[in-house]
């Protein structure tokens, strides 16, 4: 699966990098605010690639609607993000890695 450079979340390009992440117990992706980029390990394939991608996204979008910096969350807060920000991303994403849930 070819994957795009950047990803458009909430207006902003964020980075994805597909790159070796080491330590003891690896991650499967990181996201870093101040760079806006996502992390992918090079080691991680198939479902499991794409649960990252998309977890990786949701703190993106957290961080980036400024919910994420909340010292505490509320739920409506959580949810409007993911229907506002989140999920429209994702909807772009799969279309532009040409991707069928179906």
Sequence with gaps: ???PKTIS???HKVKLEVVPLSGED???GLYFHDKKTIQINSDIRNRALL???RHEMMEASL???GVGFLESY???AVVRCME???FPA???FLKKINFSEA
Excluded: D, R
């Design 1 to 3: 699966m070819e994957l």
């Design 9 to 11: 979340i909430a207006g």
């Design 26 to 28: 690896p991650p499967y």
């Design 51 to 53: 649960e990252t991608i």
């Design 63 to 65: 961080l980036l609607s």
């Design 74 to 76: 509320e739920q409506e």
């Design 84 to 86: 506002e920000i989140f």
């Design 90 to 92: 994702w909807a772009a």
